[in-house]
């Protein structure tokens, strides 16, 4: 990979029970990528490095250096990395031209299409960021989420949904652009912007690239690092804030356990010695299967009308049917215990049975018969998971308001609430949406993020939203020799 990682031990997360073959008090490992680093790709953009020379496509992980042009086509999407928890998202049809990385004079230029700023944890004394365009320069002043797009050749349209910038106009002239509003910018000193509200949660300014960034991405590992492998190749993931794509392996090792991202307010854990396999990623259709050892799904927030979740396992597949707790083993035969919330199980011949809460069933693999019996005894994986949330919980009750604000443009109200990355770098939190519902643990989620219906512009009839294309973006990525050959590895920092 390109990208240079940066380690830093950035807090220890205190686990007191923790299984004995991990380490005494183990930490999760902190680092980040660069600015200029690609996270996410969809489609096949063209690179001209130096802006120079024959154009060749974009694989996650690369490191976009100064001089580098950009340029994306019908339907393309590419994400890159500017401070931990700031992005810069190009959609189809966009020109950029990369002018400096350095987080204090982050640079780019955009002359065609248009783009997403997203912008968490900037920090005045350690970043800058500008956006040059052909009717003046955008200056970053304060966290928020933005989209610009390029109307005419010399006009834009900048639509504040939340933040500040400065409009630095070509005759000298600054003015502010502030949050709630859409502005149409010229590139004449004499011209006055047009200014428009904009609704407080309107649907039409949602980006939902965050829902197919987040499905499965690991948000912690303790322990060794988990080994990944995809499309044939093998990789140490060292740090985390990796997006794991339908078709790769996910193994902890013997003194390993690690934590995924699902749909928001749900948590995938691995023990140790666990592989998984993941085969469809996006939000209506997630499906993965164990292939050895045991899981934790904690699910403290699900939608069925948006969300979808498969367990494939030798003894048959599982469906989610409700927010709850689970735990599924392997070794020595299949176990699946349901603390909370039910399960649907498509055993022989795919005959349908609920699993209900506070029961524990085992499978016979020869004949897939289901046996029912009391929950088995908790124990230290138990314990750590419970730990775990909890500390999660605790780190939603730090978000400030800007942050929890975060959460509503890449999710929507339809997912009944989003991922933020959390205050202190233990990962990604859950912030609700409307209410302040409890982990199946028993901590609540203190922070949430109250939308009325009468703010969304539109009725909530539960339409089922789509996954984006995910299905699509992932066959590509395991066609792309490219990105097999160069996955991005990241990880998160204050």
Known sequence: MKGIIVTSAAGFLLLAGAARALPKDPAAHVSHLQAGTVRYVKGKQLLLAGGQG??????IGHRLEPGDIVKTGQGDRLEIMLHPGGYLRLADHARLEVLD?????MHFRVSEGTVVVDSRRFKSRRHAFRLSTPAGDLELLKDGFYGIEIKEPSALEVAVHSGKLNWLKRGGE?????????????????DTPQVDELGRHSRDHLDPWGQVRTAFLLNSFWGRPPQYSFGGSN???LTAGHKLNAGGEL???ENGRAELLLNPGSYLRLAESTLVRFIRTGYATMNFEILRG??????????PALHSLFISTPGGDFQVAAKGL???????RLRVSVYKGALEWMGNGRKRRRLEAGRSYQVEGATSRLHSGKLRKKDDLNQWSKERAQQLAQSNSRLSARLRRSAYPNFGYQNRGGWVLGSRSQGFTFVPFDSKPKSPYGFRYGNALWIKSRDLGEKRNGRRQES????EHDRELQANPANRAQMGIGRWNN
């Open 54 to 59: 024959a154009p060749a496509e974009i694989a």
């Open 101 to 105: 990385t350095a987080y204090r004079k």
């Open 174 to 190: 600054v003015l502010s652009l502030t949050g709630g509003k859409r502005y149409v910018l010229r590139g004449m000193a004499e």
């Open 235 to 237: 990789r140490w993931l």
């Open 251 to 253: 193994r902890t090792l």
């Open 294 to 303: 045991e899981v934790i799904v904690e699910s403290a927030a699900f939608n």
């Open 326 to 332: 689970y735990r599924l083993s392997l070794e020595p």
């Open 468 to 471: 984006v294309g995910q299905d």
